[in-house]
């Protein structure tokens, strides 16, 4: 029987999974030393107050939206509202080059450039000058510089107005994503909703993912794995995803989250060894004896394992 996607479109995917799992824990972070986190409704509320803010910039149908961040609440809040717009979502690194930012947002000829910080504004706001494109700049953690185009992310949360949506077809483009530039300028790779909606749902017809399961985000949204196989695929199935503080706290995230489920690569796996022997080698030595449960009886073989056979 020939595969039919489930998803069309990652608006259609969105849409289904705010209805669908709409008190269901979706994204959780740490603040204070508590996890708390953002349900399905409250996510789709706020992707459309800020549709509407992006609308009263001026975004509309196949506009490019970038936005240099690390993993956070606002970033799939931004992807879904700019989506909703018929607008291409084009995400960068934190850690990246500045040169780089630039070329990205020059190449892909973006509107409006979202960034995590005041830090990141500082380095990007000459390009309100340089890119002919780019027309706003709006910052989620600080406040404007006085550039009147430059705007904050909850400025555009209080906008007053509310605009239609304008569905996207499979074949409009959703997302580009750079490669890293380290054999020359980065190169963009154009992917449709279809592309993506389609990797979505193949994944319904291979992994028995429940409402229930939750992951430890560790692994960039900017990259095409943890955009596609963490964001996309969890909300799909009405999962949550807990946002690590920082990769030098996935070990003491992963005991508070307890996460279920984890998208991950084989160099995550190296560090987590890494750092589990580190803490083991500051640990008070455990006689020999204790890890076979005491010397073995006459006729008795040591056992190995947790009950396993001699």
Request: aromatic share 8%.
């Amino acid at each position: 029987m020939p595969f039919e996607p489930r998803y069309k479109t990652l608006v259609e995917l969105y849409d289904r999974s705010i209805q669908a799992f709409h008190g269901n824990a979706a994204f959780g972070t740490k603040k204070d030393g508590r996890w708390t986190y953002l349900t399905y409704g409250e996510f789709g509320a706020l992707a459309d107050r800020f549709r509407a803010g992006l609308a009263a910039l001026g975004v509309e149908r196949g506009d490019r939206m970038a936005i240099i961040a690390n993993n956070r609440v606002e970033w799939p809040i931004a992807e879904c509202a700019s989506l909703r717009l018929g607008a291409a979502f084009v995400p960068m690194y934190e850690a990246q080059n500045p040169t780089e930012w630039e070329f990205i947002v020059r190449d892909c000829a973006a509107k409006v450039l979202i960034v995590a910080n005041d830090r990141v504004l500082a380095k990007v706001g000459r390009l309100l000058d340089s890119v002919p494109t780019l027309k706003k700049i709006v910052v989620v953690d600080g406040v404007s510089n006085g550039d009147a185009r430059v705007t904050t992310y909850a400025a555009l949360l209080g906008s007053p107005s509310s605009v239609a949506p304008a569905p996207p077809s499979s074949d409009d483009v959703a997302a580009i994503l750079y490669t890293s530039g380290t054999t020359g300028t980065p190169k963009g790779v154009i992917l449709t909703h279809g592309n993506l909606a389609s990797n979505v749902s193949g994944a319904h017809e291979v992994f028995p993912i429940k409402p229930v399961d939750r992951t430890l985000s560790f692994l960039p949204w900017a990259h095409a794995f943890g955009l596609t196989a963490e964001l996309h695929t969890l909300l799909s199935f009405g999962g949550s995803m807990a946002i690590c503080e920082g990769m030098d706290r996935i070990l003491d995230n992963l005991v508070e989250v307890r996460p279920t489920i984890l998208c991950v690569v084989p160099t995550i796996f190296n560090r987590l060894y890494g750092a589990v022997q580190q803490q083991l080698q500051h640990r008070p030595k455990v006689p020999a004896a204790a890890h076979v449960g005491g010397a073995p009886r006459e006729g008795q073989g040591a056992r190995r394992g947790v009950g396993g056979p001699a």
